[in-house]
């Protein structure tokens, strides 16, 4: 009995490239990874011829996801330096020397249809609390009567389907659409949604950047308000992919107080200075301990870093968030404690936050901003 990924294989024997050879036969496939109807690989060409077998690369995703017990087809187009020849170009944007506007990605898109304000919640290292932030913060920008998204950009280790304990799969709209998954109020979109919980992803840099731009691109969004990126940690392909493929409108930077997370903060700080993306604050998480039983407070990770570094770059300085065991049992079981116990003195401290993100984006006015421009150099 055929297997799915021989039906996958013939399918893409119907599909020729630039040079008219079926593609199995133009040495450009990876290895084709099927794994509960998904599939996944991608096509390796010359920097040079881009441009030329993209058309292909879109036919090949076509007849991937006609296949029957195919449901998600994920396809990347990556380019490699010839042999003598000059570097070649980080799919999906160029990594020669040249000036680059903020939004512009493939075919000269800007920005996605229907969203007004994309933010990036980063980190520069794991651990501090940043997707539950992210969330929260969503949250908090919900109630101010926005209409929100969320993209779970961490590629790695998606947590937006735990923290919003959202079940299922993205439904296909018409043509090659996926329809957002929902969660209190918000339209959400995660890698979480279209493998399975315990599957590892084990994607090379360009996998991730196309995951990332199909996520933003054949997304049905619809109108939103605000779209919260939570972010992978670190200073990495994802965020220079958001950089370069999105008018990014600020980053939002996540730190515990002590000095070894600043550091890293300090990185991620750098790093969307350099793309030229405002940063419009840092979050001081885990800032204090309140002891659930007598009330006492602990400066366990030390007090303060966060916004005296703030002071120190001259960026805004958010709000401190406490170490608290209702934060935690909240994100853990799928409940935000800014939906599920909105009058708490955690649920203010996020609204404040969001608030004061919202005041950075608009300064003091509800239409949206230019997109920076970014300039990218070898």
């Not at 000269?108 to 992210?134: C, D, N």
């Not at 939002?252 to 890293?264: E, F, G, M, N």
Request: glycine share 12%; charged share 20%.
């Amino acid at each position: 009995m055929a297997s799915l990924k021989d039906d996958v294989l013939r399918a893409l024997a119907g599909v020729k490239g630039p040079d008219g050879r079926p593609l199995p036969e133009t040495g450009t496939l990876s290895d084709v990874v099927v794994s509960d109807g998904k599939v996944f690989f991608s096509m390796t060409v010359e920097a040079s011829a881009v441009t030329h077998w993209e058309p292909a690369r879109k036919a090949a995703e076509a007849a991937v996801r006609a296949v029957p017990g195919v449901k998600s087809a994920l396809i990347a187009l990556t380019a490699e330096r010839a042999a003598g020849g000059a570097a070649a170009p980080s799919a999906p944007a160029a990594a020669a020397p040249h000036r680059h506007r903020a939004g512009q990605g493939q075919g000269g898109e800007v920005g996605v249809p229907g969203v007004k304000y994309i933010i990036a919640v980063a980190s520069g290292k794991g651990g501090v609390g940043k997707s539950t932030t992210a969330v929260n913060l969503a949250l908090g920008l919900r109630d101010l009567g926005l209409k929100v998204g969320v993209l779970d950009a961490d590629i790695y280790g998606p947590s937006m389907p735990k923290l919003l304990a959202i079940r299922g799969r993205p439904q296909m709209m018409g043509g090659n659409k996926l329809k957002p998954m929902t969660g209190y109020g918000m339209a959400v979109m995660s890698i979480g949604f279209l493998v399975e919980e315990e599957t590892p992803m084990i994607w090379r840099g360009p996998m991730v950047m196309s995951a990332l731009t199909q996520m933003l691109r054949e997304v049905e969004w619809g109108e939103i308000d605000v779209m919260v990126v939570d972010m992978p940690p670190g200073t990495g392909d994802a965020q220079l992919t958001m950089a370069q493929q999105v008018p990014l409108a600020g980053a939002v930077i996540v730190s515990t107080p002590q000095d070894l997370a600043l550091i890293d903060a300090r990185r991620g700080i750098a790093m969307f200075g350099r793309v030229n993306v405002p940063v419009l604050g840092i979050v001081e998480n885990m800032s204090y301990f309140l002891c659930p039983s007598c009330g006492s407070r602990s400066d366990i990770f030390g007090h303060g870093g966060a916004r005296h570094e703030a002071e120190r770059l001259g960026v805004p300085f958010l709000g401190e968030v406490p170490l608290t065991m209702v934060i935690r049992e909240t994100s853990d079981s799928g409940r935000p404690v800014v939906a599920t116990d909105p009058g708490s003195a955690h649920a203010k401290i996020y609204r404040e936050i969001a608030a004061r993100v919202w005041a950075a984006l608009t300064g003091g006015d509800t239409k949206p901003r230019a997109a920076p421009k970014i300039v990218i150099e070898a």
